[in-house]
């Protein structure tokens, strides 16, 4: 009896939330009472909502109500804590809604310690005493708590399945075993599961092997990584000494003509100024040997005027010539062209070693090749989403669909001018620049008895003009697949190839770029391997199309 008040004292002083004795007491206005920190704890979860319910009723309050201390409950709490009532140990709490509650308890039931396998019912650490002093019942087989023992029982016999029938891999009762499993190959579970431990520890071992070998390769990528991120940084570091210490012989070659040209031009102006005052004075000379002159002319005693005649002294020479009046001025308009000769070797110098220089980087590739994919599956892992750039596009070519598709059309585009622009070619670059491993797919539409060029292409093709330069597939800088309404054609640096497969309205293209592996396919139920190529790219490519005919449209597909 004193038992049973004891632990309805329990409960009365418990919070609902945390099954413990109420700490700072509140109550709400539908009486029940809770833990000040629990109730706003709980209330605060609910804040979105903007209602707040008791967790034991459910009854909701709007507005959020303002809790006050019980004062009484909290007196009472506090004495019972002197007479000896504490809170439940945590393994006599409560079962939850997520626990597996102990099948004796009476009333409110205790959270299982183990569940019995034999009596198939769970115990809390009372209840399970029996099992743990009671020597028939050491030998029942607990485990952790488990809501699934009922899963133990036959349904047809109501018998604890102790048996395995291999034939229809199935647990079964000793009834069954002699019913309608009488001829089947029969165990004990028990024998069965030894079984299956076995295989599974083989295959633990196996799993654990591959664990312990993929690890390995963890590390060494992560100490090739390191390797690579060191020589990367390592080369830029030198590479931007290198360019740098370029700048300065170009910021010194710069200075040291500006100084030479400067220092020429004070000697030239220095001896231009010199003969201009030599010239000056001697225009001063003859304006005062003319003023004399006419002195002398304008004498009107002719006596005079021959007495004095022959004093006149002799006109010197000029002290100039008259070259220079004649002579083609030579100033340092010639210097520019020099200059821009210059240029345009360094210009062609960067070029050559630019290429070079990108394909020592391309060719860094520290893992081995790996497989073609095989299946469309396998390609899309690749995929690569491309958008069209506007200032490479035709203009008479329409961009539409967040510049992923191209149209052609007969009016006239009003595109602003721009150097990377196809002047002459129905043609368009991407935006995005393609290295590693990459897949894309183009939805082709043919109109006007024509179709689309599927291309790729380094960034530096021609653009201006009506040359092969510039066109998809006829020089060495790009490779186009020209699709027709019934068959395809490959094209690189002039030479076309025909290409049999059969024709789809999407062409899937494949790329590996450090592998020199460029591949189309025709994309329908399956994929069709229309042409590969095996080559080495020496910078990053572009994906390009050429759509040449009205009607005719290409759009780059969202595979992601």
């Known amino acids: 009896m004193a038992q049973r008040e004891f632990q309805l004292e329990q409960e009365t002083f418990s919070c609902p939330i945390c099954l413990d004795l109420l700490k700072d007491p509140v109550t709400t206005g539908c009486g029940h009472s809770f833990c000040k920190s629990c109730i706003n704890n709980h209330w605060d979860k609910g804040e979105e909502r903007g209602s707040y319910s008791c967790p034991q009723c459910r009854e909701t309050f709007t507005p959020r109500p303002v809790l006050m201390k019980s004062t009484?409950?909290?007196?009472?709490?506090?004495?019972?804590?002197?007479?000896?009532?504490?809170?439940?140990?945590?393994?006599?709490?409560y079962a939850g809604p997520e626990d597996v509650a102990c099948d004796v308890c009476t009333g409110r039931k205790l959270k299982a310690l183990?569940?019995?396998?034999?009596?198939?019912?769970?115990?809390?650490?009372?209840?399970?005493?029996?099992?743990?002093?009671?020597?028939?019942?050491?030998?029942?087989?607990?485990?952790?708590?488990?809501?699934?023992?009922?899963?133990?029982?036959?349904?047809?016999?109501?018998?604890?399945?102790?048996?395995?029938?291999?034939?229809?891999?199935?647990?079964?009762?000793?009834?069954?075993?002699?019913?309608?499993?009488?001829?089947h190959d029969t165990v004990s579970a028990a024998a069965e599961r030894t079984e299956r431990q076995r295989e599974l520890g083989l295959r633990r071992q196996t799993i654990q092997q591959?664990?312990?070998?993929?690890?390995?390769?963890?590390?060494?990528?992560?100490?090739?990584?390191?390797?690579?991120?060191?020589?990367?940084?390592?080369?830029?570091?030198?590479?931007?000494?290198?360019?740098?210490?370029?700048?300065?012989?170009?910021?010194?070659?710069?200075?040291?003509?500006?100084q030479q040209i400067r220092s020429q031009q004070e000697t030239e102006v220095s001896r231009v100024r010199e003969l201009?005052?030599?010239?000056?004075?001697?225009?001063?000379?003859?304006?005062?040997?003319?003023?004399?002159?006419?002195?002398?002319?304008?004498?009107?005693?002719?006596?005079?005027?021959?007495?004095?005649?022959?004093?006149?002294?002799?006109?010197?020479?000029?002290?100039?010539?008259?070259?220079?009046?004649?002579?083609?001025?030579?100033?340092?308009?010639?210097?520019?062209?020099?200059?821009?000769?210059?240029?345009g070797r360094l210009q062609d110098i960067l070029s050559e070693t630019e290429t070079e220089i990108l394909q020592i980087v391309s060719q860094v590739d520290v893992l081995l090749p790996q497989p073609e994919p095989e299946t469309r599956a396998d390609f899309l892992r690749y995929s690569q989403e491309i958008t069209l750039d506007p200032?490479?596009?035709?203009?008479?070519?329409?961009?539409?669909?967040?510049?992923?598709?191209?149209?052609?059309?007969?009016?006239?585009?009003?595109?602003?001018?721009?150097?990377?622009?196809?002047t002459d070619y129905y043609q368009v670059l991407s935006r995005e620049s393609l290295t590693g491993r990459c897949y894309w797919e183009v939805d082709?539409?043919?109109?006007?008895?024509?179709?689309?060029?599927?291309?790729?292409?380094y960034k530096n093709i021609s653009r201006a003009g009506y040359s092969h330069e510039c066109r998809?597939?006829?020089?060495?800088?790009?490779?186009s697949l020209y699709c027709d309404v019934n068959s395809y054609n490959f094209s690189y640096n002039s030479i076309e190839t025909p290409v049999s497969g059969p024709v789809s309205s999407r062409v899937g293209v494949y790329l590996y770029h450090s592998a020199g592996v460029l591949s189309f396919y025709s994309v329908s139920d399956t994929m069709t391997l229309l042409?590969?190529?095996?080559?080495?790219?020496?910078?990053?490519l572009y994906a390009g199309v050429w759509v040449y005919y009205d009607g005719s449209t290409a759009e780059f597909c969202k595979l992601k």
Request: with cysteine.
């Open 391 to 422: 200032n490479t596009v035709y203009r008479h070519l329409l961009l539409s669909e967040g510049n992923r598709k191209v149209t052609w059309t007969s009016e006239y585009q009003s595109y602003s001018d721009h150097p990377d622009r196809f």
């Open 210 to 258: 591959r664990v312990q070998d993929t690890e390995k390769d963890v590390k060494l990528l992560q100490q090739e990584e390191e390797a690579l991120n060191g020589s990367a940084d390592k080369a830029v570091e030198d590479s931007e000494e290198i360019f740098t210490e370029m700048i300065r012989l170009l910021e010194k070659g710069s200075s040291d003509v500006k």
């Open 72 to 93: 009484m409950l909290a007196a009472l709490v506090e004495e019972l804590k002197k007479t000896g009532l504490q809170a439940a140990p945590a393994d006599h709490c």
């Open 276 to 343: 201009q005052e030599r010239l000056e004075q001697e225009i001063t000379e003859l304006k005062r040997k003319d003023q004399e002159l006419k002195q002398l002319s304008d004498t009107e005693d002719h006596n005079q005027f021959l007495h004095n005649y022959p004093s006149l002294s002799p006109l010197s020479g000029s002290t100039h010539s008259s070259s220079i009046r004649i002579r083609p001025l030579r100033h340092f308009e010639d210097v520019t062209p020099a200059v821009s000769q210059v240029r």
């Open 444 to 457: 082709v539409e043919m109109g006007g008895g024509g179709g689309v060029g599927v291309a790729v292409t």
């Open 531 to 540: 042409h590969r190529v095996q080559t080495t790219f020496t910078q990053p």
């Open 114 to 183: 183990k569940s019995c396998l034999v009596c198939l019912a769970s115990y809390c650490e009372k209840h399970l005493q029996p099992h743990l002093q009671s020597a028939p019942l050491k030998k029942h087989k607990l485990v952790e708590p488990s809501e699934k023992l009922q899963e133990n029982i036959c349904s047809r016999h109501d018998e604890v399945m102790k048996m395995f029938c291999r034939t229809d891999q199935q647990c079964i009762c000793y009834l069954c075993s002699v019913d309608e499993h009488k001829d």
């Open 472 to 479: 998809f597939g006829y020089n060495d800088k790009s490779s």
